[in-house]
């Protein structure tokens, strides 16, 4: 299957200047900083309960949100973002990790169900 979005930015030139243009940054979806250099379509219903729309977001910021919600609960949130903060896991996930780098990584562990 096909990418819909290309792994990596096209630069784009001002005609006739030579310059490149400035890169809008995009923000991420869950905590609202600017996403780096890797971007992460996410689908906020997932695709198999019917989810068509995708959402930027960092790769961590995913990871959070697969390891402390079903496929079933984010159905339900859809796409209400502060329905997911009130999660206490997810609140204090998004204040630590507000102070990072935009290409900040780390491992992520599971949820003990």
């Known amino acids: ?9 096209a630069s784009y ?14 923000i ?6 600017p996403t780096g250099k890797t971007i992460i379509w996410h689908h906020p219903v997932p695709k198999s309960r019917g989810g068509r729309d995708t959402v930027p977001m960092h790769a ?11 496929n079933s609960e984010l159905e339900r949130y859809a796409m209400d973002v502060d329905g997911l903060l009130t999660n206490p896991a997810v609140r204090k996930f998004v204040d630590w990790v507000a102070k990072k780098d935009p290409d900040f990584t780390a491992t992520i562990a599971k ?3």
């Open 28 to 33: 991420c979806w869950l905590c609202g900083r």
């Open 13 to 26: 030139e001002y005609p006739g200047t030579g310059e490149e243009a400035p890169a809008e940054p995009v």
């Open 1 to 9: 299957m096909a990418r819909k979005h290309s792994k990596q930015a």
């Open 60 to 70: 961590i910021c995913q990871q959070t949100l697969t390891v402390n919600f079903t």
């Open 111 to 113: 949820k003990q169900r």
